[in-house]
């Protein structure tokens, strides 16, 4: 099983080559502290909508040192979708090995207790350009062979979806991921629970 000190240390375990629909190259991996500057521009470059469907805590440079500054030293584990040709950050897969009380308790209360032995916590970003053309199909197999690696079978949204989120709704659903029950958000704002088991077959071989 990889820990996360092991990922930081040999980022190259969780490096995987994909080809885009458009026939261009993208390499999902790590996040490591050399990228800094490529995050930045990553988060400036989110529009607004995508900051109300997927908040961070800032959009800019202290954000983005603030996320490497974080590898390996808490509970998460960051994937970045790097443009082969361009070097950009396209898209941020984050993880969490850490339960909040507040999940578990809605979750307990929908009949599925949660425990951090087998769960974890998802949430994916990706640039604006590249939603709604199956990038989050294609990469997701890949996050969950890290949550395997990591030990865990179960996923949760990280936050939960916006109620209003329809996209991600139906990218959720078509991956696997069932409806827990609905919920309001700590800003007010109608929101989803959902899970995903991962099933027993093995995943994906890398392209
Ligand atoms: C959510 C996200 C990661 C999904 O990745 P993606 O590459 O866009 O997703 P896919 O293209 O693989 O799948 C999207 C599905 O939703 C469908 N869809 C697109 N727009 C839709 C809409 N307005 N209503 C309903 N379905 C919609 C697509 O047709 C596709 O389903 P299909 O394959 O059955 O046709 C990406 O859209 C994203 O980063 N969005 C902004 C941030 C965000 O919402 N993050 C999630 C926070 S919980």
Request: proline share 7%; charged share 20%; glycine share 12%.
């Given at each position: 099983m990889l820990t996360l000190t092991d990922i930081a240390d040999d980022p190259l375990v969780l490096t995987r080559r994909l080809r885009l629909r458009d026939g261009s190259r993208a390499v999902l991996r790590p996040l490591v502290h050399a990228d800094v500057k490529r995050l930045a521009d990553f988060l400036a470059g989110l529009s607004p909508e995508s900051r109300r469907l997927s908040t961070f805590d800032g959009y800019d440079l202290a954000a983005a040192r603030e996320l490497c500054d974080a590898i390996a030293r808490y509970d998460k584990l960051r994937l970045v979708l790097e443009d082969e040709s361009s070097e950009r950050i396209v898209g941020l897969f984050e993880l969490s090995l850490a339960l909040t009380a507040s999940d578990i308790a809605r979750y307990r209360?929908?009949?599925?207790?949660?425990?951090?032995?087998?769960d974890c916590?998802?949430?994916?970003?990706?640039a604006d350009a590249y939603q709604g053309s199956g990038?989050?199909?294609?990469?997701?197999?890949?996050?969950?062979?890290?949550?395997?690696?990591l030990g865990r079978t179960r996923v949760?949204?990280?936050?939960?979806?916006?109620?209003?989120?329809?996209?991600?709704l139906r990218f959720y659903e078509k991956n696997g991921f069932r409806l827990v029950g609905p919920f309001i958000g700590p800003d007010g704002t109608p929101s989803l629970d959902m899970i995903l088991s991962l099933p027993l077959h093995l995943p994906p071989r890398p392209a």
């Open positions: 209360v929908a009949g599925i207790p949660l425990t951090e032995r087998t916590r998802f949430g994916p970003t990706l990038v989050g199909s294609l990469v997701i197999p890949f996050v969950m062979e890290a949550v395997r690696r949760i949204l990280w936050g939960g979806v916006l109620a209003d989120n329809a996209r991600a």
